[in-house]
């Protein structure tokens, strides 16, 4: 009886949808009865470790991507390599289609974030997929996966239509290291495509598919990759899969991503650890000297500090800032969630904040031990990572350099390596930093012709309106894109936004994965005519 | 030839002492040939885990201190319990006199502070004693334990004599934790009974021993025990063996210790990570809120910032202050050693810097990772083990309230819980201080009658100025001696100063061991009359 109300509400909801979305219905009919099959195969993807610094690992994850591939019956499937040695590559495909002109290639990364497993959640393994009945911070249980047997399919009316959709419910969590960022993206891609040659619709435009191994890391060898196979890669635009959607739940376009670069910074004490007691007001503390050094950064509301980190940002467009003003404020609903009172800097809006300008993030910061670990010594190094997010206009080189040339201005000695003895004795205050390799930010217009035919594909998805968000808060190399093949990145995003994405715990939403599958089908069916 | 040198060596040095130090030259010749079996049973002592928040661990090491004493003959040998569930013996034992009428009691405690093996040098392991030839930051080599029948002892003249102290060289390291801190004390207090027993040399006092079981977690019981059994421990004077001696390597009596405190304190942001780019520049971050906090407490010469922090301070006596004028500055040396350009307070010398004033140093600092663990994140949280060791004249629980204050007049919202969410939701900065129990400085007089005996006794056991310190650094719940018992308490450390104790890599130089075997020895050969 329930099932059968369930099973009439979704032919009504189909039957709503206007003629100019036959496409997107007939892509909805046929992954919806497959989602039992779709996940098993997901779980098997996430099940293979794919940490940002294990080489092994990404080529593992690699070679299962291009079997994905094969699969569906994607051309010419490929790795990618660069010549730099220890680079890890990236994977290609095609689907090209006689007659055609224009070309989209889309793009998601492998790669995953580092994990520290003793910090996930009581029963919760980085690459042990999980599923749970909602996310567990909010009262989610864990639960077994459904088995092939326990199915209706196998002995209902239902057999090989709604069934396990009915079963696996679209507000499920699947927990895994990249289950959202960003394996998500090539799972939801690639089955858009296999969507789209199952139910035999006829993409007017030529396919590529272009998955990275190295985002995680800063994209060290991508501007590499794509000078490299620019040929190859030849396209109109390159649609990015990565990243949160927005936090509504509504289906999100975004023009451009802010920049990043990462950097160490370790501050030094005495040689060797001492009693706090037998030393304490005498010997110099480098957790002390490395929190001063840090308070100098920034202003109790969330201002940096460090001379000229604002100057070289390019203020939104007018179109941009018209964009912005009409998206509705997350922040008290997402600020609900979190449990906190105050952002960071109470005077910008929520996009306001992470669009327009550049952060100065502690991303950790440890000395010694504290709590039961404790010891009461005074520590002989004190270090944290920051996190410098970058908006158009900075440049990673640049932004590293305000921040050495104030640590510098604050009396320290800097250096890229350890001291030596003979530098420890001469210097009261040294501070070793070491930058990662950055990038800059990029945004594509939201006028070009391409970006209004990608928002008319997405549109005709979803009931709902659509989020155009001239810049992410996130990261990608994208201005490579550009600069290097002279072609504009669009990010269409899949996931939901509450994924701890980068964090413990790391999770998706089963439903962003299904309508992620048909926001890609719908993009991989535009007609430029 | 090279021992018969050593062996000449060993005779002309023990005849050039005076009468008064017959009783030091037969201590000395007693323990002279016996370092390899002293060493043996102290190695096999700190195999045993001691780390102070294992009660099943302090147990075990309880009943071997038992067994040590029996050994030895020393009588009524047993544990003193408190009252309190869960606390940990102290143990006892006595040697009366018959006819005495003055009684000293020696102090030494069998607990450690917390490992991290992770953090111990290469080869070495806490639990695990290891000799190296040198301080292994100094290029010292580990060395296996030289066996029985690799001793000449077996095979040649030297048989039963020196033997022993010519194959263990006496600058030699033993490395584990509380290899110095303080088993160092157990050891050295009972070898110094058992070498007067086997010498037949007779004491004209009562000795009594105590060794406690709970002083690095801030002898939380020591005052029910001492109040419980306060008949039993009756005496003239409390000689405590515990803390290092004089960078100098000269011997040591110290009149005073700091007191000590220690707090946690955790500053919280958004409830779950949230992507620093996403979220950077919006979501609160706890690592800089911390900063921003802890920067507020000390200026850049090291001086406390918070409010009343150095009121309390009584200053020291003008005996006190010419006794310190006397002592030569360790620092330039230490400096040198510790390879550092500056002290914390460079207007202060060594010893005013760890005498004369209250400490609030950062024992460890945490907030998610850094370097090749870091994920781009914004943390939950970020804790600081603060300790603060105290002076003459701070109350333990005043100290902490300045210190809670500071932080509430910073627009801290302070708990000693986790926030709920309705006070995160509420409060922009929220604290949870957890302060451990803590307790205040102890000074004795330098000019009372036992303090002049103890002087003379040290005094005859070396050929060098003997360090008078009105007070240590470090601290011990010596306060407790005098307001429960009304027992005057005096220090003796025996301990190479730089022995890491607390930290990684904990050590004590061997000579050290049997120095302080002859210095307790005469101090139990004093007499009152």
Redesign the interface.
């Known amino acids: 009886m329930k099932k059968s109300i369930l099973f009439l509400f979704l032919i009504l909801s189909t039957t709503i949808l206007s003629g100019q979305n036959k496409a997107v219905q007939a892509i909805r009919s046929d992954h919806q009865p497959r989602h039992y099959e779709l996940l098993k195969e997901y779980v098997e993807f996430l099940s293979l470790p794919n940490t940002m610094?294990d080489p092994e690992q990404l080529q593992i994850n690699a070679r299962y991507v291009v079997e994905m591939m094969k699969k569906r019956g994607i051309g010419n499937a490929r790795l990618l390599e660069a010549d730099t040695p220890g680079a890890i590559p990236a994977v290609y495909g095609e689907v090209l289609t006689p007659g055609a002109t224009r070309t989209l290639i889309f793009y998601a990364h492998y790669d995953g974030?580092?994990v520290?497993p003793d910090k996930w959640a009581e029963g919760l393994s980085p690459f042990k997929p999980q599923l749970a009945t909602a996310p567990l911070?909010k009262g989610g249980q864990l639960i077994d996966f459904p088995t092939a047997s326990s199915l209706p399919s196998a002995k209902s009316e239902f057999r090989g239509t709604e069934t396990s959709s009915i079963l696996l419910q679209p507000q499920w969590r699947l927990y895994a290291r990249a289950a959202a960022d960003d394996k998500a993206g090539v799972f939801t891609i690639l089955n858009a495509y296999d969507a789209i040659r199952r139910t035999k619709l006829a993409p007017k435009i030529n396919l590529k598919f272009f998955f990275e191994g190295e985002e995680e890391k800063g994209s060290t060898n991508l501007g590499e990759i794509l000078e490299k196979h620019r040929d190859l890669l030849k396209a109109d635009a390159w649609i990015i899969c990565d990243?949160?959607m927005h936090a509504s739940g509504k289906k999100q376009i975004t023009f451009g991503?802010?920049g990043?670069v990462?950097l160490?910074l370790t501050i030094?004490?005495?040689?060797?650890?001492?009693?706090?007691?037998?030393?304490?007001?005498?010997?110099?503390?480098p957790?002390?000297k490395?929190?001063?050094l840090?308070?100098?950064m920034?202003d109790?509301e969330?201002k940096v500090l460090i001379p000229g980190f604002y100057d070289d940002v390019v203020p939104l467009s007018t179109s941009e800032r018209a964009a912005l003003a009409a998206i509705p404020d997350p922040?008290p609903m997402m600020?609900?969630e979190?449990?906190?009172?105050?952002?960071?800097?109470p005077s910008?809006s929520?996009l306001e904040?992470?669009i327009t300008?550049p952060?100065l993030?502690?991303?950790?910061?440890?000395?010694?031990?504290?709590?039961?670990?404790?010891?009461?010594?005074?520590?002989t190094m004190?270090?944290?990572?920051l996190?410098l997010?970058l908006v158009k206009g900075n440049d990673h080189k640049r932004q590293v350099q305000k921040v050495v040339d104030h640590i510098r201005a604050q009396g320290y000695y800097v250096l890229d390596r350890e001291p030596t003895?003979e530098e420890?004795?001469?210097?009261?205050n040294i501070a070793t930093i070491r930058a990662a390799t950055g990038y800059n930010a990029q945004r594509t217009s939201m006028d070009l012709p391409i970006s209004k035919l990608v928002i008319q594909a997405v549109k005709a998805t979803s009931d709902q309106e659509i989020v155009l968000m001239p810049s992410?808060?996130?990261?990608l190399p994208l201005y490579l894109f550009e600069e290097v093949l002279n072609t504009p990145p669009i990010s269409v995003p899949v996931v939901n936004?509450?994924n701890?994405?980068?964090?413990?715990?790391e999770n998706v939403q089963l439903s962003f994965l299904w309508d992620g599958i048909e926001t890609l089908a719908a993009i991989m069916l535009i007609d430029f005519k």
């Open positions: 610094n974030q580092p520290n911070d990243g949160p991503v802010r990043d990462n160490n030094f004490g005495a040689k060797r650890p001492l009693h706090s007691g037998n030393y304490g007001n005498w010997a110099p503390n957790a002390m490395l929190v001063r840090l308070a100098t920034k109790d969330g922040a600020q609900q979190l449990a906190f009172a105050e952002a960071e800097n910008l929520f904040s992470i300008l952060t993030n502690i991303n950790g910061i440890v000395s010694a031990n504290v709590g039961k670990l404790a010891s009461n010594i005074i520590p004190a270090t944290v990572t996190d997010r003895d420890r004795l001469t210097h009261p992410a808060g996130g990261s936004y509450d701890n994405q980068h964090g413990e715990n």
